[in-house]
T-cell receptor
Framework: GESVGLHLPTLSVQEGDNSIINCAYSNSASDYFIWYKQESGKGPQFIIDIRSNMDKRQGQRVTVLLNKTVKHLSLQIAATQPGDSAVYFC???????????????FGQGTILTVHP | DTGVSQDPRHKITKRGQNVTFRCDPI?????LYWYRQTLGQGPEFLTYFQNEAQLEKSRLLSDRFSAERPKGSFSTLEIQRTEQGDSAMYLCASSLVGGSYNSPLHFGNGTRLTVT
């Protein structure tokens, strides 16, 4: 039968530390990227997004970096708090400027655990 | 709460039964999306609507699945003759698309379907 269980990458940090969550995306034609936080039993919660014509975007306590050369995306969380503990997903969108906007392809996810 | 609302939160059904889920998007959003998420995986795109028109369906959406958005507001997703493999979290999201800005997708908390 199918194996059930989480085999996601994990990141464990102390409260107050900075966290960096990495994501390798697959499609060089992707032109829009987005990060979501998902807590147990809830839907994905929008964190921050970035278009391919940018390489960095900052929000409140979060920064997304995009390296198109190596197809890599990262999410930096400053001064991580226990409430940041969740699964974090990156997602990509091809032809986001057209009718395909919102047809996201999600990565596997990373489990972030913040210890008080 | 003006977020995306999904009903029911949980549904347990026997194999072979039909089920229907409802999604109420954020009121000013013109696009509505359905995604499916299995344990330990990121969400997978199923279909989306622009107002009442269903513009795209994933090959994941078998003939047993049908989605509607009759008046361009709420949407329903029906699964006929459910199978155990249909057990998953069904997520709805909405966004505002058009003009010079597309809003990020905002997800609801999903309907968890268990087929016994």
């Amino acid at each position: 039968g199918e194996s059930v269980g989480l085999h996601l990458p994990t990141l464990s940090v102390q409260e107050g530390d900075n966290s960096i969550i990495n994501c390798a995306y697959s499609n060089s034609a992707s032109d829009y990227f987005i990060w979501y936080k998902q807590e147990s039993g809830k839907g994905p919660q929008f964190i921050i997004d970035i278009r391919s014509n940018m390489d960095k975007r900052q929000g409140q306590r979060v920064t997304v970096l995009l390296n198109k050369t190596v197809k890599h995306l990262s999410l930096q969380i400053a001064a991580t708090q226990p409430g940041d503990s969740a699964v974090y997903f990156c997602a990509e969108n091809v032809n986001a400027g057209g009718t395909s906007y919102g047809k996201l392809t999600f990565g596997q996810g990373t489990i972030l655990t913040v210890h008080p | 709460d003006t977020g995306v609302s999904q009903d029911p939160r949980h549904k347990i059904t026997k194999r072979g039964q039909n089920v229907t889920f409802r999604c109420d998007p954020i009121s000013e959003h013109n696009r509505l999306y359905w995604y499916r998420q299995t344990l330990g995986q990121g969400p997978e795109f199923l279909t989306y609507f622009q107002n009442e028109a269903q513009l795209e369906k994933s090959r994941l959406l078998s003939d047993r699945f049908s989605a509607e958005r009759p008046k361009g507001s709420f949407s329903t997703l029906e699964i006929q003759r459910t199978e155990q493999g249909d057990s998953a979290m069904y997520l709805c999201a909405s966004s505002l698309v058009g003009g010079s800005y597309n809003s990020p997708l905002h997800f609801g908390n999903g309907t968890r379907l268990t087929v016994t």
